[in-house]
Structures are given as C-alpha cells and as structure tokens.
C-alpha cells in the first residue's frame, strides 16, 4: 500500500462502496468517504484538513475491505487526521482526550467498580502506566506542543489542574 494518500485516491473511480460499508456514514448522514476522496481528487486538501468531517471516521477499515481498487480510504483519512493535527486543526474531545492519556497515561481511569468486577472475574488488575513515559513521550514528539488549549502546552495544563485541587 502507498504511503502517500495522493497516489492511493488516484485509484479511486468513485464508485461509493466505501460509502455503503461506512456505519459513520450510516449514522451520522453527514460523513461520506466517497465524497471525501473526490474532494482530494480535485485538489482539496486545505479544505479537507480544517473540516471535523474527517474526524466522524471510526477507523473500522470496512472501507478498505470492500473497496475493489485499494484505495484504502480509512488510510487516507488517517493521512488528513495526520495532516490536520500537524496544523492544529482537530475537536475540542481530542484535545480533552489527549490531556487525559498525558495525565493519567489512560483514555479512561479504571474506577472502584470496574475494579471490582474484574477481581470478581479473576482478571488481573490494570497495569500500572507510567505517565511520566508518556509525558515524555508526547513532549519528544512535539504532540503536546500540537494539543495547546488556549495558549498552553498539555504540561501547563496539568499544572493548571493541579493548581485547582
């Protein structure tokens, strides 16, 4: 497969399977592959990387598997989440979803209860993440940089919140 989007949609004859496979699609009536690939095709990725229509995709790659050329859609939506995040341009809930994995190195803290049902069930406890890996991690990699909220870095955020409690 290409690593380029530009060379998979070239592929792409705009024959909307991608579309009908899509449960995003499906449920949201606002999010369609097929017309987010003749977008590209015609040259509009500026318009496509500033739109959170790319962020409705749920990354399921039925796309992928049912489209007769390879186009691959689901990896040409992540290429523009990619190059969408590279300018700054992403929900408000990805933001949140970030600063919660830079504190907590989890999308969702495991709570009392869920703690309970998993030593009830004989599951092990959840492993213990090490935040600061990951804080470095992001901070390397320039994501905390990328996911600034108001002028401020993920760092000066959990600060914030620190300063709160």
Same mark, same amino acid.
């Given at each position: 497969?290409? +690593?380029?989007?530009? !060379? ?16 995003? /699609? ?25 739109? *959170?229509?790319?962020? $409705? ?10 489209? =007769? !050329?390879?186009?691959? =859609?689901? !990896? ?5 989440? @990619?190059? /969408? ?6 929900? /408000?809930?990805?933001? *949140?979803?970030? $600063?919660?994995?830079? @504190? ?5 803290? =495991? ?11 004989? $599951?092990?406890?959840? =492993? ?10 992001? +901070?390397?990699?320039?994501? *905390?940089?990328? $996911? !600034?909220? @108001? ?8 600060? +914030? +919140?620190?300063?709160?409690?």
């Amino acid at each position: 497969m290409p +690593e380029n989007y530009e !060379e998979l949609i070239k592929r792409c004859y705009q024959c909307g399977t991608c579309t009908g496979a899509c449960p995003s /699609a499906k449920i949201t009536g606002t999010f369609n592959p097929r017309k987010i690939i003749a977008y590209m095709l015609l040259g509009s990725k500026n318009k496509m990387i500033s739109d *959170d229509v790319i962020w $409705l995709c749920v990354a399921c790659h039925a796309c992928a598997e049912r489209c =007769p !050329e390879l186009v691959y =859609p689901s !990896e040409v939506l992540f290429q523009l989440k @990619n190059a /969408a995040t590279a300018e700054g341009n992403f929900p /408000a809930a990805v933001k *949140d979803e970030a $600063l919660q994995v830079y @504190n907590t190195g989890t999308t969702v803290e =495991p709570s009392a209860p869920i703690e309970r049902r998993r030593i009830k069930l004989g $599951l092990p406890e959840f =492993p213990v993440v090490n935040v600061d890996e990951i804080q470095k991690i992001m +901070e390397v990699t320039g994501i *905390d940089k990328k $996911l !600034e909220f @108001n002028g401020k870095t993920l760092k000066e955020q959990k600060n +914030e +919140e620190e300063e709160k409690q």
